[in-house]
C-alpha cells in the first residue's frame, strides 16, 4: 500500500474506503444584522445579531427556521449550524464576513 492511497485497511483483512470529504458552508452578508449560510448556493441556516450574541436558526427560509444556538461569535454560530448539515465551515468565508460585521455593526457599551 503506498503513501497516497485513500483506501483504509479496516484490520479485518480488507480494504474500507475513506469517508466522503464534508461540503464547505459559506456565510453571507444579508442585511446589517443578517447573515446566511450556505452551501452550494442553497441557503441551510441563518445567523442574526442581537446586541452581541449570534443567534443560530436552521432552515432555508428565515422565516420559517428554527433556533438552534445562541453563541458569542460568528464562527460558532455557523459551524452550529453546519455541523446539523453534516458541512463544515470555509475558514476564509466566517472570517470575511466577520470584517465586514464589524465595519457596519458595532454594538453600544453596556
Partial sequence: ???????R???IGSYAASPPRMPDAHV???ADDVFAVTI???AIGFIEVAGRIYVASVGPR?????????THSLDSAARAIAA???ATVADAATSQARRVS?????????
Avoid: N
Avoid at 1 to 7: A, F, H, I, Y
Avoid at 62 to 70: F, K, S
Avoid at 102 to 110: E, G, H
Fill in 9 to 11: 485497511f479496516d484490520g
Fill in 40 to 42: 452550494a448556493d442553497d
Fill in 28 to 30: 453571507e452578508r444579508v
Fill in 1 to 7: 500500500m503506498s503513501e497516497t492511497s485513500t483506501d
Fill in 62 to 70: 428565515r422565516d420559517r427556521a428554527l433556533e438552534c444556538a445562541q
Fill in 84 to 86: 446539523i448539515h453534516g
Fill in 102 to 110: 464589524r465595519a457596519l455593526y458595532r454594538p453600544l457599551p453596556c
